[in-house]
């Protein structure tokens, strides 16, 4: 079983930076695809960026330029760094964990709790 807790969420004017924070816990091997996962209410999730077991990392065209992720094996936690942020930014953001290498695609399997992320203009 893997858990994961999120912290950072806040709020922030447009323009400004926020960093997101994961910690991990239980068994997440070499086969595992970490990543962050935003939703607004009433829209689709959109995953904002993945983290594979090598600590490579891929974010979406949408926030390419403004957000990067990186992991810390040693302290066993995720970041998501989110700079230049708009209103558009706005949602709940998961960390999540799924056992199939990012490169395979699928659905994540694991979630935090979520961290609220408001931008206002």
């Known amino acids: 079983q893997v858990y994961l807790a999120e912290s950072g969420g806040g709020s922030v004017q447009a323009g400004g930076s926020l960093r997101l924070s994961c910690l991990v816990s239980?068994?997440?091997?070499?086969?595992?695809?970490m990543g962050w996962v935003r939703q607004v209410d009433g829209k689709e999730r959109e995953v904002v960026a993945q983290?594979?077991?090598?600590?490579?990392?891929r974010v979406a065209d949408s926030v390419k330029g403004r957000f990067s992720a990186s992991q810390d094996n040693a302290k066993k936690s995720l970041f998501l760094q989110m700079d230049s942020l708009k209103p558009e930014d706005t949602a709940m953001y998961y960390c999540?964990?799924?056992?199939?290498?990012?490169?395979?695609?699928?659905?994540?399997?694991?979630w935090g709790q979520g961290a609220q992320v408001t931008v206002s203009a």
């Open positions: 983290i594979a077991s090598d600590g490579r990392s």
């Open positions: 239980g068994y997440t091997g070499s086969s595992f695809c």
């Open positions: 999540a964990a799924r056992a199939v290498p990012c490169g395979y695609g699928g659905t994540f399997n694991y």
